[in-house]
């Protein structure tokens, strides 16, 4: 345990650092035109794939983030693990923007405010010998962000809590899948720049148990669900939804008519930094549609301290209540022991994590083909779970024949993986069309150096992929 505790205890503490603000302030004006045009780029095609109704052909009339800059605080720098350094920080952001948005059937309206705040991880790897010594910048927020957007026109009256939430939901889940934990936003620095030396895994696993709650009162119902209530007792069916980073949200058993309900029901989650934040928001079960009881909120570091159990007060809509709920964790360590997998083959908990199986993918070398007819992307397939990287085209100044994917996919190993594993298969598409695939036997990996296979796998046809698929074991930590 004390090892665990000089883990979580290793900060030297946080600095101001006002010469980074003056380098954004001085920056800002590119920030402005690079950052408009990724958020045209991003954002308009998932209104149209995210957005109900109308509100789907919402396009960008005028895009410009202000004349305010980001604001930087509370930076502690760390070193990671392989040799590269992490600084985390608070970014806040009082933009003074001049957005307008506009679509079929939608009224024209615009955002003049936005308001972003979270905690902020640079993370600089790999160092090297060799101007600009980094190879690569990677950024992440450590928890989801908190925005809000004040409108102007339409969306101020009626509608504006409609369009409000719609708008928001869209652009804090782009934020997730890009760029929180344990998402990151790769530049590179140094175009010969080795991904895998770039990549930073996971530091381990919560096993997170949700014990109890107490003191649950029925949520305040207005309208037909509050007349309703009056009339028959309304006696609260609860359960929780539990969020880490932008890991798969986790949804306990739902507990009816009870205002203490207990569920001892325990989750394992994939964690990327001890920072981050364990959410519990607890529900009420409702036909209509579910109730907010409230929300419990705790990082990986602060329930690990209090020696593996917090008891939490929820809140709702920012005011406490006398309603508690109770937590326990534990934390385990990953190891390249093929020993820890072996012998968790058919032992683990149905669900349980008992290793993690990551497949990560720098480049295809030697296509084939007419530039223009090229659309490469890589498949990557162990068992049932299956995934693909994002595909590239041809633009000046690419190689479309030698193109970099530079992406990790994660599998948490359970022990029925294990009770008969499956081959890793790597494939090399064009379109939907499969060029070429490599199997990688399971037993390779399992008996390769540290439990890493890395190398440039001959797919076929003068093809190769350079990829590096590893396995970890878990061990608890002391």
Partial sequence: M???????TASGGTESVGFLNDIVEQLWPNINVAGCRMVKDIVEPMFASMLPGPLATLRFAKLDLGPVPMKLSEVDVHKTDHGGIKLDMDVTWEGQSDID???????????????????????????????????????????????????????????????????????????????????????????????????LSHIGVLRL??????????????????FFAKIVKDVPDCYCKVNVGAEEEWRTSTKNN???????????????????????????????GDDDIG????????????????????????????????????FLNFVDDAGVLASAQGEGIEGQIVGLATVLIASALGLQGQRDELNP???????????????????????????????AFRIPVTADLLANPSS?????????????????????VLSAPGLVKEES?????????????????LRFAH
Wanted: charged share 25%; aromatic share 6%; proline share 5%.
């Fill in 209 to 226: 148990t949700v014990e109890k709650a107490v003191g649950i009162s029925g949520p305040k119902k207005g309208g037909a669900k509050g």
């Fill in 2 to 8: 004390a090892g665990l505790i000089d883990k979580l």
């Fill in 258 to 288: 009870d205002h203490d309900p207990e569920w001892n029901e325990t989750h394992d989650f994939l964690i990327a930094d001890n920072d981050q934040q364990v959410i519990i928001d607890v529900q009420d079960d409702d036909l209509v």
């Fill in 457 to 473: 796998f001959d797919v076929g046809s003068g093809a190769t992929v350079r990829a590096s698929v590893s396995l970890r074991g």
């Fill in 377 to 407: 992307s890589i498949k990557v397939t162990w068992g049932s779970k299956e995934f693909r990287t994002a595909a590239k085209s041809y633009s000046p100044g690419t190689d479309i024949f030698n193109p970099s994917f530079d992406q």
């Fill in 295 to 330: 929300i419990a909120t705790t990082t990986v570091k602060n329930i690990l301290l209090n020696g593996g159990s917090q008891e939490l007060d929820l809140v709702h809509k920012g005011e406490p209540t006398n309603a508690k709920i109770t937590l326990h964790a534990k």
């Fill in 101 to 199: 948005l506009d679509g079929k059937m939608v009224p024209k309206f615009g955002i003049e405010h936005i308001h972003l705040k979270g905690r902020l991880s640079i993370l600089l790897a790999p160092l090297t010998n060799v101007i600009p010594l980094i190879g690569a910048a990677q950024v992440a927020f450590i928890n989801p962000p908190e925005l809000k957007l004040n409108f102007t026109n339409a969306a101020n009256i009626a509608d504006c809590f409609l369009v409000d939430k719609a708008v928001r939901k869209v652009i804090l889940s782009i934020i997730s899948s890009m760029a929180v934990l344990p998402n990151r936003y790769l530049v590179k620095l140094d175009n010969n720049n080795d991904y895998f030396k770039t990549y």
């Fill in 424 to 444: 890793f298969r790597i494939a090399l598409m064009n379109k939907n069309d499969e060029t070429g695939s490599i199997e990688i036997p399971y037993e390779d």
